[in-house]
Every structure is written in C-alpha cells, then in structure tokens.
C-alpha cells in the first residue's frame, strides 16, 4: 500500500473522524488519512499518494429531477459520468446537486463526499472500471482526507451497484 507523501498528514477532522468510525463499524479496518495540503482533485489526491489518477475514486452526487432524492456514483479519476446513462439507472433525469442539497442529504460537504457513512442511504452505482484495479484511495468526509481500499471492501462499504458509469 503507498502512503501519503512523506509527513502530510494531519489529526482527523470531525468530518474524517466520521468517516473513519464508518469504516470501523463494518469491521474493516482501512485508515484514514487527512493531509495537511488540500487534494481537491483527483490529480492532486493521486499526486499526493503516489498512484494514477485511475485509482482514484471520486464521489459524485447528484439530484433525481422528479423525487428530489440523491444519487451517488463513485467513480474512477480517470473517468467522466455519463449522465444519460446514470438517468437511464435511476429511471428519470438528473440534475446537478446544490452544495446544500449534497451536505443535507449526506452530512458531508461538496469534494470530500464518501462511498459510506451518509446521514441515511443514499442509492449508489460504483463504476466498473475500479473494479478491475488492486488498490483505490477514496474520499474520506472532507477534501483533505482519504483512505487507501480494495475494490471489493469499496462495493462492501458502499452497498452499491457496479455498473458502467462511463
């Protein structure tokens, strides 16, 4: 596992420490780590890390336009959603999420939005392309912090569906 780049790290924020516990709830036992300089892409976050941008795995929200209810997908930093699919999974159109809607539905803030610990379930598709990877860094509740997972503890935490989101 490669860790952060070489003392960045910081103590656990609220949002992180969430996060951590989430984790620590599933029985698993995936770290946390919040980086003193921020990592607000997935360029940064792999910069950061030291992996490819491939293995980042970012965590995007949106609204349903209809329900008014969220979707999350979790995909590859490599990767752009493909909204008319997502639309498609869903079974009406999407909108962009609002930072507000994303921190009222989740308990997270925009750029740090987790796979797991939202304020109540949340539908989520996982991308299929970070299934095929060994290792993935995720956002951890806050836009410095992440942690290091397999695709396999990724679907687990998330409860979601592996779809192509592409």
């Known amino acids: 596992m490669t860790m952060p780049a070489g003392g960045d790290e910081k103590p656990l924020s609220p949002s992180a420490q969430k996060v951590q516990e989430a984790?620590?709830?599933l029985g698993l036992e995936n770290r946390v780590f919040e980086l003193k300089h921020p990592v607000r892409t997935a360029a940064d976050a792999a910069a950061a890390v030291g992996?490819?941008?491939?293995?980042?795995?970012?965590?995007?929200?949106?609204m349903t336009a209809r329900s008014k209810r969220p979707v999350l997908v979790v995909t590859s930093g490599a990767n752009r959603v493909n909204e008319e699919t997502?639309?498609?999974l869903v079974g009406e159109p999407l909108e962009r999420a609002t930072a507000d809607f994303v921190r009222e539905q989740t308990g997270f803030a925009i750029g740090g939005v987790p796979p797991l610990g939202h304020r109540q379930r949340v539908e989520t598709f996982l991308d299929l392309d970070l299934m095929s990877l060994e290792e993935i860094w995720a956002a951890a509740g806050h836009p410095n912090a992440l942690f290091h997972v397999t695709?396999?503890?990724l679907l687990q935490m998330s409860n979601a569906r592996v779809v192509s989101v592409t």
């Open 151 to 153: 695709p396999e503890e």
């Open 23 to 25: 984790i620590l709830a």
């Open 86 to 88: 997502l639309a498609t």
């Open 51 to 62: 992996c490819d941008v491939r293995q980042i795995a970012k965590s995007i929200i949106f």
